[in-house]
């Protein structure tokens, strides 16, 4: 890989790492804001986006009064413009050729949609557009994570490439159960984070590996350099010692 396309995939990760620890971070300060308790098991993420306060009785009944909600609403937004740039910059550094792999980079980039959605449409303002937003990070995201984990470049650690698999399963395991208010002692805020995070951990995950982790070098052969001299001899074109004055 070109110099030029490592400072782009190291770019990548970063949106990555930002995008996710922005996004958790203001989750913790827009939670940290209601005035009744905010439960992970009771409300949803999208609780903490609504505009108005009200009681809502779908998926179940529950109090939403979040004062953070534009701060909240913001995070969803720079959290899918991150995904997609990650999406956009890593090429040849996180994903193989073809098309496997041009769908694995586009499922996610369609959850990074789905959540640029879901931040300018909050559920209460605009609820089929924040649903269509949901389904693209629950659902295509996910999907997503199972392609990847046959669409990642050999260098990818065994480790990230059956995470993503198996990370993918379950995610889409939890959003069936969450649509069909089988919550298993969850709640249904718990199950649908267990529908949605995965990705958001794994991409953290996948990010911080290809910022840490130096760079691939062409690895040589035994051999390559006694290869190398005589063909070089051959062809005339070896490094001869100078005889010149001043030379060694």
């Given at each position: 890989?070109?110099?030029?396309?490592?400072?782009k995939?190291?770019?990548?990760?970063?949106?990555?790492?930002?995008?996710v620890?922005?996004?958790?971070?203001?989750?913790v300060?827009?939670?940290?804001?209601?005035?009744?308790?905010?439960?992970?098991?009771?409300?949803?993420?999208?609780?903490?986006?609504?505009?108005?306060?009200?009681?809502?009785?779908?998926?179940?009944?529950?109090?939403?009064?979040?004062?953070?909600?534009?701060?909240?609403?913001?995070?969803f937004?720079?959290?899918?413009?991150?995904?997609?740039?990650?999406?956009?910059?890593?090429?040849?550094?996180?994903?193989?050729?073809?098309?496997?792999?041009?769908t694995?980079?586009?499922?996610?980039a369609?959850?990074?949609?789905?959540?640029?959605?879901?931040?300018?449409?909050?559920?209460?303002?605009?609820?089929?557009?924040?649903?269509?937003?949901?389904?693209?990070?629950?659902?295509?995201?996910?999907?997503?994570?199972?392609?990847?984990?046959?669409?990642?470049?050999?260098r990818v650690?065994?480790?990230?490439?059956?995470?993503?698999?198996?990370?993918?399963?379950?995610?889409?395991?939890?959003?069936?159960?969450?649509?069909?208010?089988?919550?298993?002692?969850?709640?249904?805020?718990?199950?649908?984070?267990?529908?949605?995070?995965?990705?958001l951990?794994?991409?953290?995950?996948?990010?911080?590996?290809?910022?840490?982790?130096?760079?691939?070098?062409a690895?040589?052969?035994?051999?390559?350099?006694?290869?190398?001299?005589?063909?070089?001899?051959?062809?005339?074109?070896?490094?001869?010692?100078?005889?010149?004055?001043?030379?060694v």
């Amino acid at each position: 890989m070109t110099k030029g396309g490592q400072v782009k995939a190291r770019i990548g990760y970063g949106a990555w790492i930002v995008g996710v620890a922005q996004f958790f971070v203001v989750h913790v300060i827009a939670e940290s804001a209601w005035a009744r308790p905010y439960s992970w098991a009771r409300n949803n993420i999208s609780d903490l986006g609504n505009v108005h306060c009200a009681v809502q009785s779908e998926p179940e009944p529950r109090y939403i009064c979040s004062p953070e909600h534009a701060l909240m609403n913001v995070s969803f937004t720079a959290l899918g413009v991150l995904l997609l740039v990650g999406a956009a910059l890593t090429g040849g550094a996180l994903w193989r050729t073809g098309r496997v792999a041009a769908t694995a980079r586009l499922l996610p980039a369609g959850a990074g949609a789905g959540f640029v959605l879901v931040g300018l449409a909050p559920a209460d303002v605009n609820e089929n557009q924040h649903v269509l937003g949901a389904l693209l990070i629950m659902a295509a995201g996910n999907i997503g994570l199972v392609v990847a984990g046959f669409a990642l470049a050999p260098r990818v650690p065994l480790l990230l490439r059956w995470g993503a698999v198996l990370s993918g399963v379950t995610a889409l395991t939890a959003l069936v159960l969450f649509l069909s208010h089988t919550y298993l002692g969850l709640g249904m805020g718990g199950m649908e984070r267990v529908a949605a995070f995965p990705l958001l951990l794994w991409s953290l995950a996948v990010a911080t590996h290809g910022v840490i982790a130096r760079p691939a070098r062409a690895r040589k052969t035994p051999g390559h350099d006694a290869l190398h001299a005589a063909t070089a001899l051959r062809s005339g074109t070896a490094d001869l010692p100078s005889t010149s004055k001043g030379h060694v």
